[in-house]
């Protein structure tokens, strides 16, 4: 896991970094563990003089989620973000995680090992996934990189036959607008189309959804509020055909969940889908089901 929580002044700052170890700690069994973070940048009548303040909440969360371990928000009471805060969870904490750690990439490994031969992407450049009714939704989490890196679509763990989405979601760095459905920043990838993963810091870093085209040229693209929008412990089912796609979903009894999906009907319609959301109340067999038409 991580080390201790620390100031962003020399010899600390970096403490979110866990894409390396990550791979060790997952691979033994272990769920990676990021320490705390604050929420909001000052905490009120803290004793870190100079250095009390966090200038990366948003990397911090994000990381948090992208852990699959434990959330950890340390604000002081009544000083939290809470709308930040919530994108790791459901309304009664349980947290939306993918199936694994976010861990280094090859693609950032070979860098590090050959920093002067071509290829390789030269940063931080993070993957994962989760999977949801058998089909695998793909996660990127980039703070930081140096240069913009082109991924192709093995590298992001899919088959050469896949169609995907790829999708900056909402309220990230990358995408202010916090919605997809007024704003959605999608582009395809497939095969013949790399993704291009922008050069970025560690105050607008990159966060992308991998979606998989379903029945019906339906795209899943989750809950726009939260970092894992697709998740397993959200996501029970989906279905889709022609004319509709519906999402069986979990949550706390009350929750109102919203989902949102892309719609393209060929391949030149996914450089521009049509994006549909509902949203749904969950009920109390702490389930509900969620249905979008075109």
């Known amino acids: 896991g991580s080390g201790d929580y620390i100031h962003p002044g020399p010899g600390g700052g970096h403490q979110w970094d866990i894409g390396m170890q990550s791979v060790l700690t997952h691979a033994v069994g272990l769920a990676p563990s990021k320490d705390n973070y604050w929420s909001k940048q000052r905490q009120v009548g803290n004793t870190y003089g100079v250095w009390g303040y966090e200038p990366h909440s948003r990397l911090q969360s994000a990381v948090s989620s992208f852990s699959a371990g434990p959330v950890a928000p340390s604000d002081r009471i009544g000083g939290s973000d809470v709308r930040l805060i919530m994108k790791a969870c459901s309304a009664d904490g349980s947290l939306l995680s993918p199936d694994r750690p976010a861990m280094l990439s090859d693609a950032s490994f070979m860098h590090k090992a050959f920093p002067d031969a071509p290829g390789g992407a030269d940063g931080q450049l993070w993957l994962t996934h989760a999977t949801v009714n058998g089909s695998r939704y793909g996660y990127i989490l980039a703070p930081e990189l140096t240069s913009t890196y082109n991924m192709d679509i093995?590298?992001?763990?899919?088959?050469?036959?896949?169609?995907?989405?790829?999708?900056?979601?909402?309220?990230?760095?990358?995408?202010?607008?916090?919605?997809?459905?007024?704003?959605?920043?999608?582009?395809?990838?497939?095969?013949?189309?790399?993704?291009?993963?922008?050069?970025?810091?560690?105050?607008?870093?990159?966060?992308?959804?991998?979606?998989?085209?379903?029945?019906?040229?339906?795209?899943?693209?989750?809950?726009?509020?939260?970092?894992?929008?697709?998740?397993?412990?959200?996501?029970?089912?989906?279905?889709?055909?022609?004319?509709?796609?519906?999402?069986?979903?979990?949550?706390?009894?009350?929750?109102?969940?919203?989902?949102?999906?892309?719609?393209?009907?060929?391949?030149?319609?996914?450089?521009?889908?049509?994006?549909?959301?509902?949203?749904?109340?969950?009920?109390?067999?702490?389930?509900?089901?969620?249905?979008?038409?075109?």
Do not use: M
């Open 154 to 294: 093995s590298e992001l763990g899919f088959h050469s036959t896949a169609e995907l989405l790829a999708v900056r979601p909402a309220n990230t760095p990358t995408n202010e607008s916090g919605s997809w459905v007024h704003s959605p920043p999608t582009i395809r990838v497939a095969a013949d189309q790399p993704l291009r993963v922008n050069a970025c810091d560690l105050d607008r870093f990159e966060v992308v959804l991998l979606s998989p085209s379903l029945a019906g040229s339906w795209y899943l693209l989750g809950e726009p509020s939260k970092w894992i929008s697709v998740s397993a412990q959200r996501f029970l089912g989906v279905a889709s055909n022609a004319s509709s796609a519906t999402a069986w979903i979990a949550g706390a009894e009350g929750e109102e969940v919203t989902v949102a999906w892309a719609w393209a009907a060929s391949t030149a319609a996914s450089k521009n889908p049509r994006v549909v959301q509902q949203v749904c109340t969950i009920g109390a067999t702490a389930k509900a089901a969620c249905t979008v038409t075109r």
